[in-house]
């Protein structure tokens, strides 16, 4: 639907761009072209669009994630999945950070989170064993992994200024260090 995508790119624009101060139904309805009304039918409120931005931009990391994993080579999947995760984080900072915060607000307990991240971990594990083999650890230090690597580009989005493969760079080693020291060796493929 044209105006429901339209609601959620001007939410996201005017988050970007005014941050909190400045997100709020009528600007986002101003923006879109739509009706207040239009806002409220498709969305509820603020924080229905909010939620509605926090997942889209969920599905399209699992995408990114998931479609790295399928490469054939574990190593490449691996820093594909890591590259995801800075793209992710990195195309639209500002409203990463801002969605981040809100997440954290809106989430608390919520389902739906502990989905994603449950979807994201087994992608996580699933290339981990093929690089190392299968072991009973596996599923808490591929946990650590995505703690990592969400902390490395949580942090570099708040910085702002890092390149993209600057922190690529740093996530790998961090992440390539931290799975040799509680893995050992990887497995000949």
């Known amino acids: 639907m044209r ?20 997100y ?18 498709y969305f509820g409120s603020k924080d229905g669009i909010t939620m509605a931005l926090i997942a889209a931009a969920a599905e ?33 900072p500002q409203l990463a950070q801002l969605l981040d915060l809100e997440e954290q607000r809106l989430y608390r307990s919520a389902v739906r989170n502990e989905v ?25 230090i591929c946990a650590d992994v995505v703690i990592i690597t969400r902390a490395l580009c949580d942090a570099t989005g ?5 390149s993209r493969v600057a922190l690529q760079g740093r996530i790998r080693k961090a992440i390539h260090g931290y799975l040799r020291e509680q893995l050992g060796t990887a497995m000949k493929a």
């Open 116 to 140: 994603v991240a449950g979807r994201l971990h087994l992608e996580v594990v699933k290339v981990v064993e093929k690089i190392y083999g299968p072991r009973q650890e596996l599923p808490i």
């Open 60 to 92: 399209n990391l699992v995408a990114a994630i998931s479609f790295a994993a399928t490469l054939g080579d574990p190593n490449a999947a691996l820093d594909a999945m890591i590259s995801a995760a800075v793209d992710h984080q990195l195309r639209r």
């Open 158 to 162: 708040e910085r702002r200024g890092d």
């Open 24 to 41: 709020n139904t009528n600007a986002i309805a101003a923006r879109a072209g739509a009706s207040i009304g239009s806002v409220y039918q």
């Open 3 to 22: 105006t429901v995508a339209a609601i959620l790119e001007s939410a996201a624009h005017i988050l970007e761009t005014k941050g909190f101060d400045g």
